[in-house]
């Protein structure tokens, strides 16, 4: 039994590396669509749309 408990662990540990990876990818391509946004409404031949108010993706509610 405690080779499996040792096993479970293990995986654990992996998986939260994972999942710790996936989140900072996840919050980085968050920063570029709210990056490009602000551009985009700070550009004066972009006038007719408020990017940042329609297509900025809501808060992050996961953390590390």
Same mark, same amino acid.
């Given at each position: 039994m405690a080779s499996i408990a040792?096993?479970?662990l293990s995986n654990h540990a992996d998986d939260k590396a994972l999942l /710790?990876?996936?989140l900072a990818?996840? &919050?980085a391509l968050r920063a570029a669509i709210l990056?490009?946004?602000a551009k985009l409404?700070?550009?004066a031949?972009? /006038?007719d749309t408020n990017y940042a108010? &329609?297509?900025n993706p809501a808060a992050?509610?996961?953390t590390a």
């Open positions: 040792a096993a479970n /710790t990876a996936m990818d996840i &919050t990056l490009i946004t409404d700070a550009d031949g972009v /006038t108010a &329609t297509t992050l509610t996961v």
